[in-house]
């Protein structure tokens, strides 16, 4: 039989030879866990950054969309006035076929000062009873003398 002595010294000498075996030592277990921790923090870092830049370029995209916006909106507001005259020359009432030809329009545009004009209560559109698939343009306010 072993002795007391012998026993505690296998049972150390075995605890030592499984702590040699173990590929990693707690501090280097450690250090391992740590660096993992480093890249991941760099990569959320640059993820970060790199979400940065994507929002300011996108707040930029947002202001010129909406710098565009208000200058098409002078551009409409231009357009009924032009279109206002126009009609009020013709002796206050057109057809939108003819309104389109004189001042080149294209068919969204002159939608849109068509729905401006008449938002603003400035003309009103009754159908065309020649052309059902028109219109005919009326001033709703007395003529312009200029």
Do not use: W
């Amino acid at each position: 039989m072993l002795s007391k002595e012998s026993s505690e010294n296998a049972i150390k000498s075995g605890t030592d030879a499984c702590e040699n075996t173990h590929p990693y030592s707690s501090d280097s277990l450690k250090n391992a866990i740590f660096q993992e921790l480093r890249e991941e923090v760099k990569t959320l870092k640059l993820e970060i950054l790199f979400l940065k830049d994507e929002l300011i370029k996108d707040r930029q995209r947002i202001i010129v969309l909406e710098s565009k916006k208000k200058s098409h909106g002078k551009e409409v507001k231009k357009r009924v006035d032009s279109m206002i005259l126009l009609i009020n020359d013709y002796g206050g009432s057109m057809t939108t076929s003819s309104v389109k030809a004189y001042m080149g329009l294209s068919k969204d545009e002159l939608y849109r000062t068509l729905k401006c004009a008449k938002d603003e209560g400035l003309i009103e559109i009754l159908p065309d009873p020649r052309d059902r698939r028109g219109h005919i343009l009326n001033i709703k306010f007395q003529k312009i003398n200029i």
